[in-house]
């Protein structure tokens, strides 16, 4: 209940503790994070993130917002709040002909993937295929195709927000510019997305991979990673990491991505 005495009255799911459901609800990509919201408002419109947040500011209580639930650090879910949770919003609808892609905020880029590529046509997603759509955007996004294609936010056009006071507001460069400019990699402190557009870019294939070494080379893969990136094409993504390897031992990685023909 609300102060004003009214429930979470949403049409989707409302899961508080005591719920079978609870505890996989409260799961995030971090096993490491523990935490126990209040409520899990498992939304399926963005009327429904409205009252999500009215109900939060009502009880002037803590608020996280739940895409994919990837973000190492737990933001995703919170101690003894309200949790909107978007995680079942996955559709992702292609407009093959004008190269757009209309995602719902639940998609991870597994689901962007294999809708887009469908099509032969791309953007610039997460590096792990389990990484949501909503937070790796809002974020700003590097991924395989960063160098050719830029960040994801950089293939963003529009956006329906839902803002602090509940109102639900398209953003775009013809429209709220300025929210539009914050969503661009400024994080999920501007409103609750509930659905984001994409421009899509033609791409047939790419050629990649991983390349391990023993941590004892580290010194010398790494000297050869510096060298080599500086005179790179734009078409080739490089990403270096120390590592351990399946076998347990410590190691040193080159991760690659080509994009060109």
Same mark, same amino acid.
């Given at each position: 209940?609300?102060?004003?005495?009214?429930?979470?009255?949403?049409?989707?799911?409302?899961?508080?503790?005591?719920?079978?459901?609870?505890?996989?609800?409260?799961?995030?990509?971090?096993?490491?994070?523990?935490?126990?919201?209040?409520?899990?408002?498992?939304?399926? !419109? $963005?009327?429904?993130?409205? &009252?999500?947040?009215?109900?939060?500011?009502?009880? +002037?209580?803590?608020?996280?917002? /739940? @895409? %994919?639930?990837?973000?190492?650090?737990?933001?995703?879910?919170?101690?003894?709040?309200?949790?909107?949770?978007?995680?079942?919003?996955?559709?992702?609808?292609?407009?093959?002909?004008?190269?757009?892609?209309?995602?719902?905020?639940?998609?991870?880029?597994?689901?962007?993937?294999?809708?887009?590529?469908?099509?032969?046509?791309?953007?610039?997603?997460?590096?792990?295929?389990?990484?949501?759509?909503?937070?790796?955007?809002?974020?700003?996004?590097?991924?395989?195709?960063?160098?050719?294609?830029?960040?994801?936010?950089?293939?963003?056009?529009?956006?329906?927000?839902? !803002? $602090?006071?509940?109102?639900? &507001?398209?953003?775009?460069?013809?429209?709220?510019? +300025?929210?539009?400019?914050?969503? /661009? @990699? %400024?994080?999920?402190?501007?409103?609750?997305?509930?659905?984001?557009?994409?421009?899509?870019?033609?791409?047939?294939?790419?050629?990649?991979?991983?390349?391990?070494?023993?941590?004892?080379?580290?010194?010398?893969?790494?000297?050869?990673?510096?060298?080599?990136?500086?005179?790179?094409?734009?078409?080739?993504?490089?990403?270096?990491?120390?590592?351990?390897?399946?076998?347990?031992?410590?190691?040193?990685?080159?991760?690659?991505?080509?994009?060109?023909?």
């Amino acid at each position: 209940m609300t102060k004003t005495g009214k429930p979470l009255a949403i049409d989707g799911e409302v899961i508080r503790p005591g719920h079978p459901y609870y505890d996989d609800a409260r799961r995030v990509f971090n096993g490491l994070i523990d935490r126990r919201p209040a409520v899990i408002a498992r939304c399926r !419109t $963005a009327a429904d993130v409205a &009252v999500a947040i009215t109900y939060a500011r009502d009880l +002037d209580s803590p608020l996280a917002v /739940r @895409g %994919g639930g990837h973000n190492v650090a737990g933001s995703a879910v919170c101690d003894g709040g309200v949790v909107i949770d978007l995680s079942t919003l996955r559709d992702v609808r292609v407009d093959a002909k004008r190269h757009l892609a209309v995602v719902q905020p639940g998609a991870t880029w597994h689901d962007f993937d294999q809708r887009s590529q469908a099509h032969w046509l791309a953007c610039t997603g997460g590096l792990i295929s389990s990484t949501g759509v909503a937070g790796f955007t809002l974020g700003g996004g590097i991924g395989w195709l960063v160098r050719k294609l830029g960040l994801a936010c950089d293939s963003l056009t529009a956006a329906e927000v839902v !803002t $602090a006071s509940g109102a639900v &507001v398209r953003a775009a460069d013809e429209e709220n510019q +300025d929210l539009m400019w914050g969503l /661009r @990699g %400024g994080g999920g402190n501007f409103g609750v997305v509930t659905s984001f557009e994409f421009k899509l870019h033609p791409l047939t294939s790419v050629t990649g991979g991983l390349v391990v070494h023993p941590r004892d080379r580290a010194l010398n893969v790494l000297r050869y990673f510096r060298d080599f990136a500086a005179s790179a094409p734009d078409e080739l993504t490089l990403v270096a990491a120390l590592m351990t390897a399946p076998n347990g031992h410590p190691a040193v990685g080159i991760g690659a991505c080509f994009a060109g023909s």
